[in-house]
Each structure stands twice: as structure tokens, then as C-alpha cells.
């Protein structure tokens, strides 16, 4: 890309020259395969006008990550999908880690990472061990299982809201809760609206789960309380810190330890490798969120008149980051489409990138890893046994069923 340091405004592309993409990425064929459009959004250009929403677009790395990694220019206090909050009222008060920008940003930041911490998940560790062998121990002896409904929704919700603190009743809940949440980051179509019956009901319950009265003395969520104890956070902040783990902590999980296991399943390679090759077991649920990213697409907002390259960006204006899409870019990697366990993955945007880049990473890679670990000791094989079904979402990429079946190592 041309640099423009020392050229005048006037200079610049504006954004009536972009080229135009008329194609809708929220329409469902493309929720169900993103992939079918991703290199039609990358050749596009650089950057692009989004027709049908009104905003700008990018689908290759190095946009991507030069947009994450500049949150003076490209904010997240107007929201971080579709809807500019300076214009139209979020429909739940916005999340103090996701939605914000520094300073605020910053002080939550710091607050949860003091929770969420490698001494945290360390505590954690001999418990969650004990669930992944357990529930993978009565697969193995099944043969035959859905992947979603028997493992991958089953996990994150038996070890994570235990170490949360939330309460046993209404968990039921969470995962449409957190299915809302993603889908408001979209357009109001028809994907959204299908979340919202019983909404009104998830949303009270996680309110109520995640008031001080309500949490377990030990959890995460009662560390946060004790944060705003010594001053660091208001009540009410602490109430929606706590939100954010159940916003952000479970879906997101759930479709990565799918993700993890579609990709395993449909690449019998890899798998035969990651058994032969135990080093190679902590890359393999980074590589899958490259190929398959659980968060497909977020945005940021102008908050002042800015450039990006050539091109002169006025205030206010969305971009749409195409998260999956760039994950893919082969100006990135090799054999982009590949999933491949000996690759590096790093530098994949699938946990997003900059100040905001996922606080929850280290306990998504302790689930997953588990899982795997779990899996890789008790299958020796693992396949398809019937094609995976969607459940489509407007920002993230989840699986509905995952017909497998295993033979025992
Ligand atoms: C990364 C993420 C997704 C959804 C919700 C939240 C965070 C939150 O903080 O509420």
C-alpha cells in the first residue's frame, strides 16, 4: 500500500472511489460458508464499500490488524457491530471490556486480568482435568456421538460457570443469551430475530446470576466483587464485568472446541500426527480458529478523521473487519485453506488483535486443550459419521451437530 505521510487531505481516495461490494455477508448462505465469499471481500481491495449497510469493509490481514492495533483512530465505545451507539441505543448496556476505549478500557482490563490470571486457571486445572477425562471417557465408550450436544456444548458449560460462581438453576440460559448477544452485533434479520424469543427471560436470569448475593464465594465473578471492595470498580461495574464472562465466555467456547473437533474429524492427517507428534498438540486449537475463526466479524468505528493507507476516512465511519476472511489470506500464509497442526498459526486475528485481543484466550486454550488431550489418549481414529449441521449467528461461526465416530486407542 502507498504511504501518504506528508500529503495533503486533499490527496486522498475518498470513500465514493472505493470499489463496491454489493454482496450481503449476513445473508444466510454466507453464515453458513463464509468461505464462499472470502475471496471475492479480499480481492475486492484493500478496503471497500459495504452497499447494503452503508459502511467499509476489509477482509486482508494487514488491514485488519492495522485497524485492531490503532484504537485511537478506530474505536470501540460506538460498538463493535452494525450499530453506531451515538445513534441508536445498544439494546443492553454496553460491555465495560468490549465496548469501551481507554481510559475507561484500560482500568476494566487490568481489573479482569487480575482475575483471570495463569495462577487462576492453574487452580482450576486438576478439576477441569478430571471433567475432560470423564466425559471423553464415556464417549469413547459410545463409539458413535454428536460432537456439539454430547461434547462441545457439554464441556464449557460444566466447568466454566462451576469456576464463575454462577448458580446451578437457569443455566439453561446461557447459550441462548450468549447466541443474542452475537447475533446484536449483525443486522436485524431474520438470524437475530430468532434469538430473540425468550430473550426477556435470559436476560433477567443472567442479571440476577450476576449480583454479589447471587455468585459462589470462591468463583471469578466474587474476585471482581472484591475489586470493587478495594476501590477498583463500582458495584454496578462489578455486575457487568461479571456479565461480560457469561457474554463472551461460553458460545465463543463451545463453537471453538467444535471447531477444533470438525477440523480433526475431516483431516484423519492431522490426527494420525498430533498422536504421532505430542509437540504438536498445543498448536492445534490456534490452527483450527485460523481456518475456521469462531468470531467471524467485528467492527470498529472513525473516531476522528483519519487515513487508512491512501484512503481519508471521516469520523463516524464503520468498518466491518472480516476476521475469518483474513485468517485465510493467502498475502499471510501458505495453503491458507489447509488446516495443517505443523504450522504457525500465530499472529491469526481469530482472538481478535491489539488492546482488546480476547482477556479470555488462556482459558478458551485450557478448555480446548483438554479436550484434546483427553481425546488424543483414548481415540485412536476419529471421522465424520454424517454431515455437520450450522447453527447460524451473525458474528460467530458455530456448529449445530457433529455426527462423530472413534475407535479406541
Ligand atoms: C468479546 C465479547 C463478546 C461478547 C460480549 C462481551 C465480550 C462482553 O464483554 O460482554
Request: net charge negative; aromatic share 8%.
Amino acid at each position: 500500500m502507498d504511504t501518504i505521510e506528508g500529503t495533503s487531505a486533499t490527496a486522498h481516495a475518498v470513500l465514493a472511489d472505493l470499489p463496491v461490494v454489493d454482496l450481503d455477508p449476513f445473508a444466510e448462505d454466507v453464515l453458513a460458508d463464509p468461505y464462499s465469499v472470502d475471496h471475492r471481500l479480499r480481492e475486492a481491495g484493500a478496503l471497500f464499500q459495504l452497499s447494503r449497510y452503508g459502511i467499509l469493509g476489509t477482509a486482508r490481514h494487514a488491514e485488519v490488524a492495522a485497524i485492531l492495533a490503532d484504537w485511537q483512530a478506530f474505536g470501540s465505545s460506538r460498538g463493535v457491530g452494525l450499530q453506531d451507539f451515538l445513534k441508536e441505543p445498544p439494546w443492553r448496556a454496553p460491555s465495560l471490556l468490549l465496548e469501551t476505549d481507554p481510559p475507561v478500557h484500560s482500568q476494566m482490563r487490568r481489573l479482569m486480568n487480575g482475575v483471570v490470571s495463569l495462577p487462576a486457571l492453574k487452580a482450576v486445572l486438576p478439576r477441569w482435568t478430571a471433567r475432560a477425562e470423564a466425559l471423553v471417557d464415556a464417549l469413547a465408550a459410545k463409539r458413535r456421538f454428536d460432537g456439539m450436544e454430547e461434547l462441545a456444548e457439554v464441556y464449557p458449560l460444566d466447568v466454566f460457570p462451576d469456576t464463575i460462581g454462577i448458580a446451578r438453576d437457569g443455566r439453561e440460559h446461557l447459550l441462548p443469551y450468549a447466541a443474542a448477544v452475537f447475533n446484536a452485533y449483525g443486522p436485524k434479520n431474520a438470524v437475530w430475530e430468532s434469538t430473540e424469543v425468550g430473550l426477556p427471560d435470559a436476560v433477567e436470569w443472567v442479571n440476577q446470576a450476576c449480583r454479589r448475593e447471587n455468585l459462589g464465594p470462591d468463583g471469578w465473578g466474587m474476585q471482581v466483587y472484591a475489586a470493587a471492595d478495594r476501590g477498583e470498580c463500582t458495584e454496578d461495574e462489578a455486575h457487568r464485568l461479571v456479565r461480560s464472562f457469561l457474554s463472551a465466555g461460553i458460545d465463543t467456547t463451545v463453537s471453538g472446541i467444535g471447531t477444533l473437533l470438525l477440523a480433526l474429524a475431516s483431516h484423519p492427517d492431522q490426527w494420525a500426527r498430533l498422536r504421532a507428534e505430542p509437540d504438536l498438540q498445543k498448536r492445534a486449537f490456534d490452527e483450527s480458529l485460523r481456518w475456521d475463526s469462531t468470531a467471524q466479524v467485528f467492527c470498529r468505528t472513525a473516531m476522528h478523521d483519519c487515513t487508512l493507507g491512501p484512503v481519508a476516512i471521516p469520523q463516524g465511519t464503520k468498518i466491518l473487519l472480516f476476521l475469518g476472511a483474513a485468517n485465510r489470506d493467502p498475502r499471510r500464509w501458505d495453503n491458507p485453506d489447509r488446516f495443517d497442526v505443523s504450522r504457525s498459526s500465530s499472529g491469526h486475528v481469530g482472538f481478535g488483535f491489539g488492546i482488546h485481543q480476547c482477556l479470555g484466550q488462556m482459558v478458551a486454550r485450557q478448555e480446548a486443550g483438554l479436550v484434546l488431550k483427553a481425546m488424543l489418549q483414548r481415540f485412536a481414529t476419529i471421522r465424520l459419521a454424517g454431515a455437520p449441521e450450522r447453527r447460524l449467528n451473525n458474528s460467530l461461526h458455530p456448529l449445530a451437530r457433529l455426527p462423530l465416530e472413534v475407535t479406541p486407542a
